[in-house]
């Protein structure tokens, strides 16, 4: 797949959740004309890029639906729920072109009949363009150049473009597949006489103008659309050919007028008579005539000049501001690369860091404390660029909801909290499946039929909530339902029969809960398209951990079920705090240590060989490192306890030594070691040591288990 093809995937898969999120919004809270604006351009974008590459099939349906939507957002349709639920469809339709087109395949009679049957529908919304037919033949006679709006016009559009033009990911050849969309192009002629010589030629930098002129039936505001996303990064002229006042504007900007003017005539884009207009007067002296010329000329700008809102088909669209911002369009593999660059360098400063202190050198460890801050500082930037708000990919899940709810038919309002909640891109693509199989289920096991809520005494529409917050160095995700909850006893005798449990194990009602993230385990009576057949919640735990996270589930029969979902912000580099236990060094992360504390003497009294302390009249579980490791006995006659938290859990690790704070870069341990418990990777300190990083969700959950 070439880097052009990679980028059109991407640019129409963004386009087409605009479509969705717009339809969905729509269908919720009404129609607006926000949303039949975004609507429509994005459908207007994917024809246009969908033509560069010349995929005719997608260019074809999409100019069906981008017409429909023109006379939707020209007020002469009403978009109808009707008409909504015809645009997802041609959504859904749009997406299986896009990727056809993509692998360069043809239509298979299955999708060409959806194809065709959507072409209908949505051709049936269309006015009857019979009636908007009128002969022009006798003006066509009359006139050179059709100016009739409803017939064939003869536009010139004057293109300049800003210096930073490429910046804005579009080029030149866009524009014209776009216009050619719009009639037929007569002409196109560039301005080159701002390239420069080689050696200060910049690939970056634009030096072109181009003027076009397109002849079709298109008036001002389809053709200034064209543009319309990149309106701050060129100057832009559009007027009708026969149009004199903008044409003596267009002249009157260009510093060198005589020398433009000569440009216009030998590319014939004008005639002389157009540029400079024959004067009736009587036969009187050349300089007469020239001051005649110049009086004009000055009238004109006097017009001009106390005309500030220049007629619609001579509009001069106004110049980008000196200072702007704009987005760049990254891979990003070539993130990726420039965190595991920035990781090696902390690891290598590390190193520095290290030598300075065992050679004692000031200088040197001034240094390495400058470079540490800026590390982080760069780390820290680089990493907020892979974050991301939530909200952006949580409102796809507005229509899986809707469809599932609509299937079954389910009566259910969603609701999405915390959006704006930031967390790593890479963790978002992840989880966004588990989240999808997650909400299903809620809607599919949790929500009841409308008459059974009401004989339970409930609203007939049932609740579903998806929020997100920061906690505690994590990010939390609940699935909130208000439905009839989880059947306990109905699970484990499930889980009993399907052997995943024995008869006699006793189990908490929350371990019972988790019993339906067992593998080929289900509660569903009938096996449907949407669930019933065992598969899918193992597999929804299983890529939460693979994520360093975990899933929780709380339940009240009769009143619903919350499952919590708790993440790292990212998987590349964290603070931690490094100790030691035995003779090996481990990292916790540091957002989740709420403080350390001396293992006193009193401590020890107080804990009379149990594994716990009265930590300010608050009982504190203890887990030793070294017994839980099986590590030897340390030479430090001290102990240390740190206090970790997570969730609504807090418990103390005992530990040997503690070095304080240190940057972490997380690195996979490899198959051998991926199971062990506890750990969730390493670390290169440096001394060139490798030092194991705790995974306290793991540790807590031992530790519960043997409390228990």
Known sequence: ???????????????????????????????NDEDIGALFRAMHTIKGTAGMFGFDDLVGFAHIAE?????????????????????LLSKDHTQKLVEIASTHELMDEELKKTNDELLVKLASFLPNSDSKEIENEEIEETQELPADDYGESLWHISVDLHEDFYTSGMDVISIISFLEDLGEIKKVVAVTDKIPLLQDYLPISAYMKFHIQLLGSSGFDEIEEVFEFILDDLELSIFKVDDNESLVELIQNEEEQEEF???????????????????????EPIAQKETVVEEKVEEIKDVLKVTPTPKKDAQKIEKKPEHKTFSLRVDSSKVDHLINQISEMVIANAKIAERADRLDDTELGESTTIMTDMLEEVRSSVMNIRMVQVGDSFTKYRRIVGDVAKKIGKNVNFVINGGETELDKMVVEKISDPLMHMLRNSVDHGIELSDERIKAGKSEVGNVTLSAYPDAGTIVIEITDDGKGLDRDRILAKSIASGVVKEDDDLTDKEIYNLIFAAGLSTADTVSDISGRGVGMDVVKRNIEDLRGTVDINSTPGKGSVFTIRLPLTLAIIDGFLIQS???????????????????????????GNDYINLRDSILP??????????????????????????????GLQVDELYGEFQTV??????????????????????GEIALIFDIPKLMEHKIRKIK
């Open 1 to 31: 797949m070439t880097d052009e093809l990679g980028l059109f995937l991407e640019d129409s898969d963004e386009q087409l959740t605009f479509m969705e999120n717009a339809l969905v919004n729509m269908q919720e809270n009404g129609v």
């Open 67 to 87: 017409n429909l939507l023109s006379e939707v957002r020209a007020e002469n349709v009403t978009l109808t729920p009707d008409m909504i639920e015809i645009f």
């Open 261 to 283: 003017k000569t440009f216009l005539l030998e590319n014939e884009l004008f005639t002389q008579e157009q540029i400079s207009p024959p004067q009736i007067v009587e036969e």
């Open 582 to 608: 035995g003779e090996t060094k481990y990292i916790i992360p540091l957002e989740m240590i709420q403080e350390c504390i001396e293992l006193s003497k009193e401590y020890r009294e107080q804990m009379k």
């Open 622 to 651: 203890l887990l030793n490192i070294r017994e839980y490791l099986k590590e030897e006995k340390s030479q430090s006659e001290r102990e240390n306890v740190v206090v970790v938290r997570y969730g609504d859990y807090k418990m």
């Open 666 to 687: 997380i690195k996979p341990l490899g198959e051998m070691f991926a199971n062990v418990p506890g750990i969730s990777g390493g670390t290169i300190l440096g001394s």
